[in-house]
Structures are given as structure tokens and as C-alpha cells.
T-cell receptor
Framework: ETGVTQTPRHLVMGMTNKKSLKCEQHLGHNAMYWYKQSAKKPLELMFVYSLEERVENNSVPSRFSPECPNSSHLFLHLHTLQPEDSALYLC?????????????FGPGTRLTVL | GENVEQHPSTLSVQEGDSAVIKCTYSDSASNYFPWYKQELGKRPQLIIDIRSNVGEKKDQRIAVTLNKTAKHFSLHITETQPEDSAVYFCAATLGGFKTIFGAGTRLFVKA
């Protein structure tokens, strides 16, 4: 289970903190995704990057800022979050721009905002 | 807007019985339908998928059916085992990069 890794696995932060989530994929994929998973709600797609270019931004508040420096790494920068942002944040990757290829998920970062 | 409805939200079966989870989607342009299994504390993992040009696909105890006309697809698990207990998510791709997930079904298999 080392294809897609995420750090940290758990994060507790105050509303005024700045933190970053990191995702790395070792599968040679060209597309990477951020999802938010809250209890009893569907997985919510946040951002999609293809070949380091952002191709989807699902009306995500600006307090979440993604960064994709290369096709293997994806970051989610967090700033002045709200308690309702507490959730499991999942990264995923897929082979290329065509979503008919399987998405492989990382283990997630469990975020708690106090 | 686009959405995927998934039912039931919770399903409890006896070991050895079959389990069926159903999803409906709203956008007829959807062309790819993966199913993910997420065990407690673990990441979602693909268990089976189906493309819009196929009506049914089977992999050992797991099968998926797709009815494009009715815009619904179903997951069938036969001879359930305790290790099948997990949350199952259906999803539909709506073109481009949009994947819409269902809310999940928590399956309990009682030994």
C-alpha cells in the first residue's frame, strides 16, 4: 500500500494556524486529486491536477490552496480554517487525463480544526 | 445539479447471503462507474468498475450491472463473508474530471 502516500496522517490545528498536507504518488500517474470525506456525506471532489495544471476547482473556499509542483507531488495548504473543515482529506491519482482509469487513493489525513 | 443516489445507507446480512447495493445517477453523459470498498480506518479501494458500453461485469463473488436507460447501476455480492463488512461507494464520471460519489452503504456481514 505504498502507491499513494500522505503526510501527516493526523493533524490538529487551530483556526489561525497555517499548515500543509502532502501527497506523493509512486505510480507514474499524471493526474492527482484532493477529496474531502466527512461523516455520512459523499466524497467531495475538491481539486484536480493533470500534468501539473489545475483542471478542476469545485467551488472550494480560498482557505484551501492546492499546489502541484510536479506530477508526483500534490500539496494542500490550509489557512484560517473553520471547525466544519474537520474531515478526512484524501489524495488520489490516476493514469492520465481520462477518468476511465482507476483512481488510487492515499490513506488520508484526518484533520481536526479546533 | 449532478448527483448520485445510493441505497441503502446500511445493510446487514447473514454470512453466506447475497447483498445488493443500488445507485442512480442524474447525468446521462456518465460513462464510467467504479465501486470502491472502504474498510474502517483505511483508504477507498476499487473493487470493480463498469463502462457504459457494457451491461454487466463479474469478478468472482462480485458483479455489477448497468441499466443506461434507467440510469442506475447495482453491486451484487454473493456468498458474503465477514471480511466483506465495510462501506461501499458507487461513483459516476460525468465527463472531464468530474467524479460524483454516492453517500456510501455500510455493509455488516454477521457470522
Amino acid at each position: 500500500e505504498t502507491g499513494v502516500t500522505q503526510t501527516p496522517r493526523h493533524l490538529v490545528m487551530g483556526m489561525t494556524n497555517k499548515k500543509s498536507l502532502k501527497c506523493e504518488q509512486h505510480l507514474g500517474h499524471n493526474a492527482m486529486y484532493w477529496y474531502k470525506q466527512s461523516a455520512k456525506k459523499p466524497l467531495e471532489l475538491m481539486f484536480v491536477y493533470s500534468l501539473e495544471e489545475r483542471v478542476e476547482n469545485n467551488s472550494v473556499p480560498s482557505r484551501f490552496s492546492p499546489e502541484c509542483p510536479n506530477s508526483s507531488h500534490l500539496f494542500l495548504h490550509l489557512h484560517t480554517l473553520q471547525p466544519e473543515d474537520s474531515a478526512l482529506y484524501l489524495c488520489a491519482s490516476s493514469q492520465d487525463r481520462n477518468l476511465l482509469h482507476t483512481q488510487y487513493f492515499g490513506p488520508g489525513t484526518r484533520l481536526t480544526v479546533l | 445539479g449532478e448527483n448520485v443516489e445510493q441505497h441503502p445507507s446500511t445493510l446487514s446480512v447473514q454470512e453466506g447471503d447475497s447483498a445488493v447495493i443500488k445507485c442512480t445517477y442524474s447525468d446521462s453523459a456518465s460513462n464510467y462507474f467504479p465501486w470502491y470498498k472502504q474498510e474502517l480506518g483505511k483508504r477507498p479501494q476499487l473493487i470493480i468498475d463498469i463502462r457504459s458500453n457494457v451491461g454487466e461485469k463479474k469478478d468472482q463473488r462480485i458483479a455489477v450491472t448497468l441499466n443506461k436507460t434507467a440510469k442506475h447501476f447495482s453491486l451484487h455480492i454473493t456468498e458474503t463473508q465477514p471480511e466483506d463488512s465495510a462501506v461501499y461507494f458507487c461513483a459516476a464520471t460525468l465527463g472531464g474530471f468530474k467524479t460524483i460519489f454516492g453517500a456510501g452503504t455500510r455493509l455488516f456481514v454477521k457470522a
